[in-house]
């Protein structure tokens, strides 16, 4: 993401917030709109030329929540199906750290883009999406 980008969510997040009374509330919710504006930019993020899938090694390295998955989905991760609290804990393990909800839209994208595909699968009486290798 460009420095301007990262200036702009930071802005917008600012105005969004601006109304309210300083205190915790108001910490949370600045952080929660950066984080979305933030994923937003991320999914826009242009995707390989190649062939469907493809992502270009300097996408993979930019340090975009985006190209952190593409990193760990390198490493063989997906090889196995995986939770978004697998794909957190995998992130999270590596020092990057976001919440399940920042993930959720992020991941979405990349099965749109088919780049990973998604199963829900029912385990213990409760139906959840599993994540893996397109």
């Known amino acids: 993401m460009a420095e301007d980008s990262l200036i702009q969510a930071r802005k917008r997040a600012e105005r969004a917030v601006s109304g309210m009374e300083?205190?915790?509330l108001k910490i949370a919710a600045f952080q929660t709109i950066l984080?979305?504006?933030l994923?937003?930019?991320d999914l826009s993020a242009?995707?390989?030329h190649a062939s469907v899938g493809a992502t270009s090694r300097t996408e993979a390295r930019?340090?975009?929540l985006r190209g952190r998955v593409l990193i760990i989905r390198s490493e063989g991760f997906f090889k196995s199906q995986r939770t978004l609290s697998d794909?957190?804990?995998a992130l999270g393990a590596r020092g990057w750290h976001y919440p399940l909800t920042t993930l959720s839209g992020l991941m979405q994208g990349l099965v749109?883009?088919?780049e990973l595909r998604r199963e829900r699968v029912?385990?213990?009486g409760k139906q959840t999406w599993r994540y893996s290798n397109a």
Do not use: F
């Open 22 to 24: 300083d205190g915790p």
């Open 35 to 37: 984080a979305k504006l």
């Open 39 to 41: 994923t937003e930019s």
């Open 46 to 48: 242009p995707i390989g």
């Open 62 to 64: 930019s340090g975009t």
């Open 87 to 89: 794909v957190r804990e």
């Open 112 to 114: 749109r883009n088919r």
């Open 122 to 124: 029912n385990v213990g």
